[in-house]
């Protein structure tokens, strides 16, 4: 079983609507992270995520983007109004002790 | 320069050959990471080694840390078609931080 389940694995967005990708870390981790890889590029760090709490975030993470963990367990990203920029793989991260575990991944796909 | 640059950014060898790939940092850190990414897909962690550790190895897999030229190798034995793959070195400062990554060597296997 994946330490981390992303869903979807594949979303196709008009330009200006809202998307929501969600992750499932699924052990009782306090530190989560989003990163982000636009196509042919490094991963970029988005934001971590303590205690129910943002504890850091890039210059990436702007206002357009936000991060919930709801129900104690699924862990979101939100992206309001997606811009074609946006499209990239978005990679959803726990830490267990010093080793991050990543999920596969959702790549957005803006048009 | 950016924290975490790899180097070759590309490497071709034949199946059997061994495969080093280097990587530099800039920043003091708190451990190291190299993950595989295949092609679209997410990023599979590999070998994690800690500030204070010089060298790991698991499996055909050996990782070299150098904090005095902030420099870091990863040496695959025995490569086959199948290590063909985008390979990253991330960087944390600290225990549980945000992981900053470098541009990847795409590796190349021949059969």
């Known amino acids: 079983e994946p330490e981390v389940t992303q869903t979807p694995s594949h979303q196709v967005t008009q330009m200006g609507q809202e998307v929501i990708l969600r992750c499932v870390p699924i052990?009782?981790?306090?530190?989560f992270y989003w990163y982000r890889q636009i196509l042919g590029q490094k991963v970029e760090f988005l934001v971590s995520?303590?205690?129910?709490?943002?504890?850091?975030k890039s210059e990436i993470f702007d206002d357009q983007f936000s991060v919930e963990r709801p129900d104690g367990s699924n862990f979101t990203l939100k992206i309001r109004s997606t811009k074609l920029e946006d499209s990239a793989m978005y990679f959803c991260?726990?830490?267990?002790?010093?080793?991050?575990?990543f999920g596969q991944g959702t790549r957005l796909t803006v048009v | 320069s950016q924290q975490g640059e790899e180097d070759p950014q590309a490497l071709s060898i034949q199946e059997g050959e061994n495969a080093t790939m280097n990587c530099s940092y800039k920043t003091s850190i708190n451990n190291l990471q190299w993950y595989r990414q295949n092609s679209g897909r997410g990023l599979v962690h590999l070998i994690l080694i800690r500030s204070n550790e010089r060298e790991k190895h698991s499996g055909r897999l050996r990782v070299t840390l150098d904090t005095s030229k902030k420099s870091s190798s990863l040496l695959i034995t025995a490569s086959r078609a199948a290590d063909t793959a985008s390979y990253f070195c991330?960087?944390?400062?600290?225990?549980?931080?945000?992981?900053?990554f470098g541009d990847g060597t795409t590796l190349t296997v021949k059969p």
């Open positions: 052990s009782n981790h306090l530190y």
């Open positions: 995520f303590y205690n129910n709490e943002i504890s850091e």
């Open positions: 991260a726990r830490q267990g002790g010093t080793e991050a575990f």
């Open positions: 991330a960087t944390a400062r600290t225990n549980a931080g945000k992981s900053t």
